[in-house]
C-alpha cells in the first residue's frame, strides 16, 4: 500500500464509528435482543463484538509498532459472545467504549512514522506477515461487515415482530 493509498484507508478506518450510528439510528429500542435465526447475533451481541473487537485490535496494532516479531492472541468470538454476555450488556456502553478506542487509534495512525509500516508480527490465523496494513485493511473492513449484518437484522424485524405491512 503506497503512501496515498494508506492515508485513504486511514479516513476510511476513521469514518467507521459514524457510520455505523447512522444504522443504529435506524433500530427500535424494541428490536436490540433480536435474533434473526439461532445461530445469528442480536444488535447487542455485535455491539459487543465490536467493541471487544476494537479492544483487541488496538491492542494488536499496539504490538505490530511497540513489538515487532512478537506473536498476536487469537480468540473464539462466539465463545467470547457467550460467556461474557453480549446479549445482557448495554449497547450505549459497547457503542461508546468503540467510539473511544476508534477515535483514538484513528489519531494514532496519523501520526505513525513511516517505518512503522515495515513492522510485522506473526498471527497464528494468517499465513503472511501481520503488518500496520494488513491490520488497517481488517479494521476497516470490520464496520462495514457489520453494518450489513445490523441491516438484515433490521429487515428481519418487522416481519418477526408482526409490525409489517
Not at 491492542?59 to 465463545?79: F, N, T
Request: glycine fraction near 6%.
Amino acid at each position: 500500500m503506497n503512501k496515498d493509498e494508506r492515508t485513504a484507508k486511514i479516513e476510511e478506518y476513521g469514518r467507521g464509528c459514524a457510520m455505523l450510528e447512522a444504522v443504529l439510528a435506524a433500530i427500535p429500542e424494541a428490536a436490540l435482543k433480536f435474533r434473526p435465526a439461532v445461530v445469528e447475533w442480536s444488535v447487542r451481541e455485535i455491539l459487543g463484538h465490536m467493541a471487544d473487537s476494537e479492544c483487541l485490535g488496538v491492542v494488536r496494532l499496539h504490538k505490530v509498532i511497540a513489538e515487532p516479531g512478537s506473536v498476536l492472541m487469537p480468540y473464539d468470538e462466539g465463545k467470547w459472545a457467550k460467556a461474557l454476555g453480549y446479549q445482557d450488556q448495554d449497547p450505549e456502553v459497547a457503542l461508546a467504549l468503540f467510539r473511544l478506542l476508534r477515535q483514538r487509534t484513528h489519531t494514532l495512525l496519523h501520526g505513525l512514522p513511516d517505518e512503522v509500516f515495515a513492522h510485522s508480527v506473526t498471527h497464528p490465523e494468517f499465513a503472511q506477515p501481520y503488518d500496520v496494513d494488513l491490520w488497517l485493511d481488517i479494521y476497516t473492513r470490520h464496520v462495514p461487515e457489520h453494518i450489513a449484518q445490523l441491516q438484515g437484522t433490521l429487515e428481519a424485524w418487522p416481519a418477526w415482530s408482526g409490525s409489517a405491512r
